[in-house]
């Protein structure tokens, strides 16, 4: 394969990390450090800690002078200045530190595809969206990371609306980079990535060279209805 980048995008829980995971089959490097497995991602996150550290700093501060994450996130439209270099910067890192393609995934791309489309334009990038297609299975998910207070607050109906709200906002994030930036992602849902035939449409879409076997649908403990 030649040497290209890979840029997934797609919310949390959403099939990220097992994506990551097959490419990393195929010889392409997702991080540089990444976190160990936990139960919430049992073949571990995939991301690389130094993209999260910058995609934090480029969304920004919330009204308490708070660094906004993952779960408090701010859309960051067009190209600033700032946000191209470090970006770029990060990039030249990568490069340095990896033969060959490379690529990363963070749930917080979703927020700032249209700063990494002006940064890579003139780079070899393949852009990659994954997303479930059970909405529900989704926010059960989502709902199980959430901390026991919040979990078991006693009012079910309201931390479902707040999960599905945060659910949407990301999805709606990912639609506007896309069409703002002009962007034609492969696209594949987290169902089709589970078959034979979805790995083999990511297969032949990308010219891998040997089978996708590192995919595994019984870990999906949280999407399943119990």
């Known amino acids: 394969m030649a040497d290209w980048i890979y840029i997934v995008v797609g919310a949390p829980r959403s099939g990220t990390s097992a994506l990551s995971l097959a490419l990393r089959e195929q010889g392409i490097q997702m991080y540089m450090g990444a976190d160990s497995p936990d139960l919430d991602s049992p073949s571990g996150n995939q991301e690389d800690a130094l993209a999260r550290l910058l995609h934090n700093r480029l969304m920004g501060r919330n009204g308490l002078g708070k660094t906004r994450d993952w779960d408090n996130p701010r859309y960051l439209s067009g190209s600033p200045p700032e946000a191209i270099r470090s970006i770029q910067a990060y990039i030249a890192c990568r490069s340095r530190n990896h033969q060959g393609s490379w690529g990363l995934k963070d749930p917080r791309l979703s927020f700032l595809i249209e700063p990494w489309h002006a940064a890579t334009q003139s780079l070899p990038v393949r852009w990659i969206h994954i997303y479930r297609q059970e909405r529900e299975a989704m ?30 906002s990301y999805q ?55």
């Open 139 to 168: 926010i059960r998910s989502l709902t199980a990371m959430l901390p026991p207070q919040l979990r078991y607050c006693g009012n079910s109906h309201s931390l479902y609306h707040l999960v599905a709200n945060w659910a949407e």
């Open 172 to 226: 709606l994030a990912i639609n506007l980079g896309f069409s703002r930036t002009g962007l034609q992602p492969f696209r594949l849902s987290y169902e089709e990535l589970l078959t034979p035939d979805g790995q083999a449409r990511l297969a032949d879409q990308f010219g891998f060279l040997q089978p996708i076997r590192c995919i595994r649908p019984e870990l999906n403990r949280q999407g399943k209805k119990s």
